[in-house]
């Protein structure tokens, strides 16, 4: 049973619980940022292989950081919608002027992304109050600049091409809705691994002052 082959296909049907779990979980779209700290939290210890039951670990992290993850959730939508209805009206505008506030908003938009990435995986992954993590969040966007331009990559980049044509639209909702949102997750905690590392030895040291004190 342990050969690469069942590995393999163990961890997919995990990314496909995970998924599942996500979706059903973020239907109430005010839901959905309690359902991605709960996806990284999971996610991040896959990818230390720290993992113990899927289910229940996305569950219990989705009850305990159910209220802070709503808050950022709503601060992060309320912010795309402004972006959104402004970045419509700068498209309506001709002139030259217009085309160049049209890449800088793409460009606020994939440093968006990588803030809410950030964001919603500090939560998963540490203690903090909700303005801590985000401007923690938005420090790293910037602090750890190769690892953004990955993360929004990995992010932005499989959304675009999945409306690209009709036909990568219709493989694109079955992939997203069975396995995509875990994938880029977990493509997401392998590169978080690295960003948190320093940040994780620096909490056991922490941890280890007050137990010596």
């Known amino acids: 049973i342990d050969n690469p082959i069942m590995r393999g296909m163990g961890r997919l049907a995990d990314f496909i619980i995970l998924n599942l779990l996500w979706v059903v979980c973020s239907i109430p779209i005010i839901t959905i940022g309690a359902s991605t700290t709960a996806l990284y939290t ?17 569950l219990k992290a989705f009850k305990e950081n159910f209220k802070q993850s709503t808050i950022m959730w709503i601060i992060f939508l309320l912010i795309s919608i402004v972006f959104v209805v402004d970045f419509v009206s700068i498209k309506l505008m001709s002139d030259e002027i217009g085309g160049i506030l049209q890449i800088l908003f793409l460009f606020m938009g994939a440093l968006l992304a990588a803030w809410m990435v950030y964001a919603f995986a500090l939560q998963a992954r540490f203690v903090n109050t909700v303005k801590n993590t985000l401007k923690n969040a938005m420090i790293l966007v910037f602090a750890k600049l190769p690892f953004t331009v990955l993360i929004v990559l990995l992010t932005v980049g499989p959304v675009l091409v999945t409306f690209l044509t009709v036909r990568t639209l219709v493989i694109g909702v079955m992939v997203w809705f069975f396995a995509g949102v875990s994938l880029v997750a977990w493509l997401n905690s392998y590169l978080l691994r690295f960003v948190f590392k320093k940040l994780e030895e620096g909490g056991e040291q922490e941890s280890q002052k007050e137990e010596i004190s």
């Open 42 to 58: 999971v996610m991040l210890k896959l990818v230390k292989n720290e993992e113990g039951y899927i289910a229940k670990g996305f």
